[in-house]
């Protein structure tokens, strides 16, 4: 199923959300001048597409090709909370 969500759609704390992001879709805007959904959130039996999803209060996924930030991204998480690194290496 997927869901068309209104401005304002919770999927509630305690369930496994999945969010994907679609780079078909990242590409294709660019191809054809579009900004359709390229975001989303699995849940058990939905789909919910998007641009833009808060994670709890303070952290936000974006999607903005017609605002990228000064390094050329179209996509990123920004967040004021504390950030946990679980596999950091210095050099790649």
């Keep these: 199923m997927n ?9 509630h704390k305690g369930y496994i959300k999945r969010i994907h992001v679609n780079q078909h879709v990242i590409k294709a805007n660019k191809k054809h001048d579009r900004n359709d959904p390229v975001l989303t959130i699995k849940t058990t039996g939905d789909n919910i597409k998007a641009n833009h999803i808060m994670i709890g209060d303070n952290v936000r996924l974006c999607y903005a090709p017609e605002s990228p930030l000064a390094c050329g991204a179209t996509i990123w998480i920004e967040t004021t909370e504390q ?5 950091w290496h210095e050099h790649y």
């Design 83 to 87: 950030v946990s690194i679980q596999d």
């Design 3 to 11: 869901i068309k969500p209104s401005l304002i759609t919770r999927l």
